[in-house]
Structure formats: C-alpha cells, structure tokens
C-alpha cells in the first residue's frame, strides 16, 4: 500500500522556522518527482515546492516564487523521505501543506499527482 506521511506541522511564531517531512512507502519513488503543496480554506491547492527523486536527474529543486529563498526542499534517500524546510514564516504561511508524488514534473506543478499524503497544518501566529 502506497503512503506518504506528513509530519512536522505545527504552531510557530512569525519569523520562525519549522521543518516538515514526508515519509514514503509501498512503492518505489526512483523514477518520480516529489513535492510540496499548501491549502488554506476557501482556496485551491497551491504548488510550493518540488524535488527529483530520480537518479540519474541532477537538475535543481523547483519553488514558487512566493517561498523561493526562503524555503529549502530536500531528500534523505536512504529513509525515503522528503523535508521542507521552511524560514522566515509569514502568516501567508499558514496552510495544510501535502506531499505528493508524479513521475512527470510537469504534471506534478499543476497539482495532478499519483500520490497524496494526508497533509499537515502549519499555523504562523503570534
């Protein structure tokens, strides 16, 4: 059974930091690209972030504009597991973020994944 697990959310105040992490199983995730969404109520999934797990891809992490230079996207292959690091939060932060997986990076970015965990919930408030 294929599962991706999110943890790491929480409350955290503005300016802070917080590292979430996304652990995968039940299927091999060589050959995909995996990544970083966020959701707040009333508004569509919004891509963040997203990695190459695929062996031979040296090519570098993708990041939306919104989180570039503050938010890191990494991988730890041999706990097959995904992190984001994220800096400087704002309460425009503030969101359930998922991990997901798709073998096409193009297909990933537009939220049309094979694979979804359950998401965790960032809360930046003072």
């Known amino acids: 059974q294929v599962q991706l697990v999110e943890s790491g959310g929480g409350l955290v105040q503005p300016g802070g930091s917080l590292r979430l992490s996304c652990a995968a199983s039940?299927?091999?995730?060589?050959?995909?690209?995996m990544g970083w969404f966020r959701q707040t109520p009333g508004k569509e999934r919004e891509f963040v972030a997203a990695?190459?797990?695929?062996?031979?891809?040296?090519?570098?992490?993708y990041y939306s504009d919104s989180v570039k230079g503050r938010f890191t996207i990494s991988n730890d292959d041999a706990k097959n597991t995904m992190y984001l690091q994220m800096n400087s939060l704002g309460p425009e932060d503030t969101a359930v973020y998922y991990c997901?997986?798709?073998?096409?990076?193009?297909?990933?970015?537009?939220?049309?994944?094979?694979?979804w965990g359950q998401g965790t919930e960032v809360i930046v408030s003072s």
């Open positions: 997901a997986a798709d073998p096409v990076i193009a297909r990933l970015r537009r939220g049309e994944c094979d694979y």
């Open positions: 990695i190459s797990w695929i062996s031979w891809d040296t090519g570098s992490p």
């Open positions: 039940g299927h091999t995730f060589s050959n995909y690209f």
